[in-house]
């Protein structure tokens, strides 16, 4: 069982940056992705279930969007119009109980 996440990076504010997360092991249905930021918990940003309904948090809604493409057990994170408080370590997660190691997003201004 693995869930490894890729995408992040430095990227100045208003920029995009995807992150995917790959699952080996097991079959994905539902999926998430959380952040947590310096000194603050870590936080849901968007989840996608078996179906493809999707649930964002509002700071983030009409700016991100997850997807999924369910051959590849692989679930992305498009981060558009991005702001310095985006920056935080972000985590991928599936059916609840499996977490990735983080990618850090890190959004200058």
């Known amino acids: 069982v693995q869930l490894q996440a890729s995408g992040g990076g430095l990227v100045q504010a208003g920029g995009s940056l995807r992150l995917s997360c790959a699952a080996s092991g097991f079959s994905i249905n539902i999926m998430g992705w959380y952040r947590q930021a310096p000194g603050k918990q870590r936080a849901l940003v968007a989840v996608i279930g078996s179906g493809g309904s999707t649930s964002y948090a509002d700071s983030v809604k009409g700016r991100f969007t997850i997807s999924r493409d369910n051959a590849k057990n692989t679930v992305y994170l498009q981060m558009n119009s991005l702001k310095p408080e985006d920056t935080a370590v972000y985590y991928c997660?599936?059916?609840?109980?499996?977490w990735g190691k983080g990618t850090l997003v890190t959004v200058s201004s």
């Open positions: 997660n599936a059916n609840v109980v499996y």
